[in-house]
């Protein structure tokens, strides 16, 4: 058993912690096989959270005997519970780096936004303090892709929990929670108000601390509340960091005034 603690930095809704960066603290307790390739890579491993992660609050991280599951509680509650993902986790098409950058002028967060505090997309967040990321509708293919360039800013060195062949790289958690927001503006924010239920991550290099990196979100699908979407991370080569796919489900908004 160990303890886990979401600081309220790492909020999405002013009371609760961001999905990804949650699912992404949570994901570092997952026992997993060495894998071949970067010392820094993790292979997919699925997320789903039961309730809104709480911030500042000491929570138990247990490993269950029988399947390995590794869940997340607070006060006996389950927050949060993670394991190994099954199947392959399909990455979006790329984006150039200056259509992406393009679209970042029509982020729909801009002139509308139910979480401007979010530390992944939110417009209320100075550089420094949150990530900053702001995902604009790209061409008009069906399904629909949202894209926006991120690079990570020196105060992410403190938050990095080792040097990678010699570079800072950002932790597990941030990387998490830069892939998480992208896919729900892929989902369209704007037509509802969704919270992250699932998100299953494969990251096969953490990313640069100071490197422009684009990520990509996708649509694929919605029925009911749900809504299903992907996002990925690339480099500046254009080499795939990491990729996600997520279900949200849609929520009153009144729960969150």
């Not at 420094?128 to 629909?144: K, Q, S, T």
Request: with cysteine; net charge negative; glycine share 12%.
């Amino acid at each position: 058993m160990s303890k886990l603690t979401i600081p309220a930095r790492y909020c999405g809704p002013p009371s609760s912690g961001n999905g990804g960066w949650s699912a992404g603290e949570l994901a570092g307790h997952v026992a997993h096989d060495r894998l071949d390739g970067p010392a820094d890579a993790w292979p997919g491993i699925a997320v789903s959270l039961r309730t809104p992660p709480p911030l500042e609050t000491v929570m138990t991280v247990t490993v269950t005997e029988h399947d390995g599951t590794t869940i997340l509680a607070d006060e006996g509650t389950v927050v949060a519970e993670a394991r190994l993902a099954a199947g392959t986790l399909l990455p979006v098409e790329p984006v150039d780096p200056d259509a992406a950058r393009a679209a970042e002028a029509s982020y729909a967060g801009l002139v509308s936004h139910p979480f401007p505090t979010c530390f992944s997309c939110g417009t209320a967040r100075e550089a420094g303090d949150g990530l900053r990321i702001f995902p604009g509708r790209v061409g008009e293919d069906l399904p629909a892709r949202v894209a926006a360039t991120w690079t990570p800013g020196g105060d992410l060195v403190e938050d990095s929990r080792a040097l990678v062949e010699g570079e800072a790289r950002t932790s597990l958690a941030v990387t998490w929670a830069a892939l998480d927001c992208v896919g729900g503006w892929a989902g369209d924010l704007t037509e509802r108000l969704m919270v992250l239920a699932h998100i299953a991550v494969r990251v096969d290099a953490l990313p640069v601390i100071g490197d422009q990196h684009v990520l990509v979100g996708q649509h694929r699908g919605s029925e009911g509340r749900k809504t299903r979407t992907a996002s990925t991370m690339y480099d500046g080569d254009g080499r795939i960091v990491a990729t996600a796919e997520h279900l949200w489900i849609a929520v009153d908004p009144a729960a969150f005034a």
